[in-house]
């Protein structure tokens, strides 16, 4: 086995995101359009002697142990594989916390990916996408990165062809962060007077035909909380993005320009916030990246 290994756990953005009805289990019904962007963190996993986990990070608000997603992956990974000694891991974080990224399931992700590679361990692809799924919604996706649909809550994805590299620029407000658990609430009491959603067919292609092709449920009661956000939106469209949205249901905006060159010209008008000039990422860039293959 190898003694460590590191790996990138990359952000996401959600080209269209459209919420159903509360599922018995408390979460959400969706149907979305997931997209991996180039921005990421960095996770070191190392096995130790001794026994059990450790975890640190670069961000001093972040919690290291079990109610961290990394070191829950890992734990369950150390239960799944029958690892014996100890684990080290270290977190370096980039992606922005409560902006919609999808940081922390990622995160989650590469440990999973991190573990098998470093033990050298099988594990039936099925069983891998379950413990994901039992992580966080959105860690399944993150197995896979590039474009793909999410339905049920998020967790049952479908992958769908890649487009061509698209340049990105996420603008991250510093003083705004939404929570997962507050995009919800806001956005609840408009969810009780939403007619019949389209089928499954009926929303992709209602995302593709919409003007700009993006959409999120998430903008109207989140820009009501935060104006500023559709300022933000509005500043990106005012300097050349095709396409703004919401990332996700956080505070990050993110647009769709041209030319990495267009999107760094528009990175200057936002001298307050956090901002991250990435591209999209295909799927098999993305497992290069991770470093494995689905092999299923």
Known sequence: MKNSIRLPAFAKINLCLHVLRRLPDGY??????????????????????????????????????RENLVHRAIEAMVC???VR??????????????????????????????????????????????????????????LFGGRALGVNRGDEIYPLPDAPPRAILVVSPKEIGVSTKEAYGWLSAELTNRPEPPNIYGFCALCWSRQ??????????VFRHHPRLGEIRAGLLERGAAEAALAGSGSAVF????????????????PEDSVFSVETLSREKYGRAMGWRVTG
């Not at 959400?28 to 059990?52: K, P, V």
């Open 80 to 82: 799944e594989l029958g």
């Open 255 to 270: 647009g769709v320009f041209r030319n990495p060159a267009q999107a760094r010209r528009a990175a200057r008008a936002f």
């Open 212 to 221: 700009g092709g993006v959409s999120n449920d998430f903008e109207k009661p």
């Open 28 to 65: 959400h019904e969706l149907r979305t359009i997931f997209q991996a962007i180039s921005l990421r963190d960095t996770l070191d996993i190392s096995l130790e002697r001794g026994a059990g986990i450790r975890l640190e990070t670069n961000d001093p608000a972040l919690p290291v142990g």
């Open 85 to 142: 000694g100890g684990v080290h891991a270290r977190l370096e974080k980039r992606i922005p916390v409560a902006r919609g990224l999808g940081g922390g399931s990622s995160d989650a992700a590469a440990a999973l990916i991190g573990m098998l590679r470093l033990t050298k361990k099988k594990l039936p692809l099925a069983r891998l996408i379950e413990i994901g799924a039992g992580l966080g919604a959105d860690v399944p996706f993150f």
